[in-house]
């Protein structure tokens, strides 16, 4: 009997070192560093296609793709490669960015290239055979080539239908001396540098100081409203019913069909206008952007820009 406790004894403490030993922990190994992306990876340069933080050429990213239907985006090394075969062979033509130059369309929103999807196959045929009636010649272009044009103008479509990874770059682009005699030409009938617009570009980004001078004063639908919070801006408007008698106040609501106001003491007024007789008057304080942007060109706007930038 003693020599069996004796056995069980030894038994339970050699198994019990085994356990121990068995649940002594072992070293980890050290975990990957994975590389951190060097700074500015997500900035592409300027200028060039907008980017997306799944694709550093500008493709879309995961959401887009799905939300559009789109390709799966293009390898950079073959949008690399083929924007410089665009850019030496067809530049002239179709521009830089492919969204068209002196004399050849905007291949970004060419049905053909949409459908070629990045593959080649489509564009291909044209870029070989040419198109000499409307002035394109023939290019001796390799398979693999073919499919880098591709891949570059797949890019492009991509990029611009994701629109909302674009990235606004330096807009303060004008000449401020050129601005200034615009604005004395066409703007100091209503505004002064050295009055309402005084120290305007401490007030708003370039961007939204843009925006101002383009579509100043809108509300949430589009329209100038009484709503507004700016009154200088505010439209007025005069209705006279058929029998002569005239309401006016603040330009809630006008369209082809119903006009309707806020006048004085808040009460509102709207009427039909499809109503005989009845004649509708609108001062417009804004009526002068309205018709400054069907003259605008792209310099003025910057121009004007510039020099709103220096009413610090």
Same mark, same amino acid.
């Given at each position: 009997?003693?020599?069996?406790?004796?056995?069980?004894?030894?038994?339970?403490?050699?198994?019990?070192?085994?356990?121990?030993?068995?649940?002594?922990?072992?070293?980890?190994? *050290?975990?990957?560093?994975?590389?951190?992306?060097?700074?500015?990876?997500?900035?592409?340069?300027?200028?060039?296609?907008?980017?997306?933080?799944?694709?550093?050429?500008?493709?879309?990213?995961?959401?887009?793709?799905?939300?559009?239907?789109?390709?799966?985006?293009?390898?950079?090394?073959?949008?690399?490669?083929?924007?410089?075969?665009?850019?030496?062979?067809?530049?002239?033509?179709?521009?830089?960015?492919?969204?068209?130059?002196?004399?050849?369309?905007?291949?970004?929103?060419?049905?053909?290239?949409?459908?070629?999807?990045?593959?080649?196959?489509?564009?291909? *045929?044209?870029?070989?055979?040419?198109?000499?009636?409307?002035?394109?010649?023939?290019?001796?272009?390799?398979?693999?080539?073919?499919?880098?044009?591709?891949?570059?103008?797949?890019?492009?479509?991509?990029?611009?239908?994701?629109?909302?990874?674009?990235?606004?770059?330096?807009?303060?682009?004008?000449?401020?001396?050129?601005?200034?005699?615009?604005?004395?030409?066409?703007?100091?009938?209503?505004?002064?540098?050295?009055?309402?617009?005084?120290?305007?570009?401490?007030?708003?980004?370039?961007?939204?100081?843009?925006?101002?001078?383009?579509?100043?004063?809108?509300?949430?639908?589009?329209?100038?409203?009484?709503?507004?919070?700016?009154?200088?801006?505010?439209?007025?408007?005069?209705?006279?019913?058929?029998?002569?008698?005239?309401?006016?106040?603040?330009?809630?609501?006008?369209?082809?069909?119903?006009?309707?106001?806020?006048?004085?003491?808040?009460?509102?007024?709207?009427?039909?206008?499809?109503?005989?007789?009845?004649?509708?008057?609108?001062?417009?304080?804004?009526?002068?952007?309205?018709?400054?942007?069907?003259?605008?060109?792209?310099?003025?706007?910057?121009?004007?820009?510039?020099?709103?930038?220096?009413?610090?």
């Amino acid at each position: 009997m003693r020599k069996l406790s004796l056995f069980l004894v030894s038994t339970l403490f050699v198994g019990a070192t085994f356990l121990v030993t068995a649940q002594e922990p072992t070293t980890a190994p *050290p975990p990957v560093k994975t590389p951190e992306a060097a700074a500015g990876a997500g900035n592409g340069p300027h200028p060039g296609p907008a980017q997306t933080p799944t694709d550093k050429r500008g493709g879309p990213g995961e959401r887009s793709q799905s939300f559009f239907g789109l390709a799966p985006p293009p390898d950079p090394a073959a949008v690399d490669r083929g924007q410089k075969l665009f850019v030496s062979n067809c530049a002239f033509c179709h521009g830089s960015n492919a969204t068209g130059g002196n004399s050849g369309p905007n291949l970004v929103r060419s049905v053909l290239v949409l459908h070629d999807e990045g593959k080649g196959t489509e564009i291909g *045929p044209v870029i070989l055979n040419g198109r000499v009636e409307k002035g394109m010649p023939k290019f001796a272009f390799n398979e693999a080539q073919i499919k880098d044009v591709a891949a570059f103008l797949l890019n492009r479509s991509q990029a611009t239908v994701d629109r909302m990874s674009y990235k606004t770059f330096n807009i303060n682009t004008g000449d401020p001396k050129a601005g200034e005699a615009y604005f004395q030409a066409h703007c100091t009938g209503c505004h002064s540098a050295t009055g309402d617009l005084a120290h305007v570009a401490s007030k708003y980004e370039p961007e939204g100081l843009l925006s101002r001078i383009l579509y100043p004063s809108t509300n949430e639908r589009g329209r100038r409203s009484a709503k507004m919070s700016d009154p200088k801006a505010l439209s007025t408007v005069t209705v006279t019913s058929p029998v002569g008698q005239t309401t006016s106040g603040a330009l809630e609501y006008l369209d082809d069909f119903t006009v309707s106001l806020v006048d004085a003491s808040g009460e509102h007024h709207s009427w039909s206008r499809d109503e005989p007789g009845l004649k509708v008057e609108v001062k417009d304080p804004l009526k002068g952007h309205q018709e400054l942007l069907t003259q605008y060109t792209d310099a003025d706007m910057h121009n004007v820009l510039a020099y709103l930038e220096t009413l610090k």
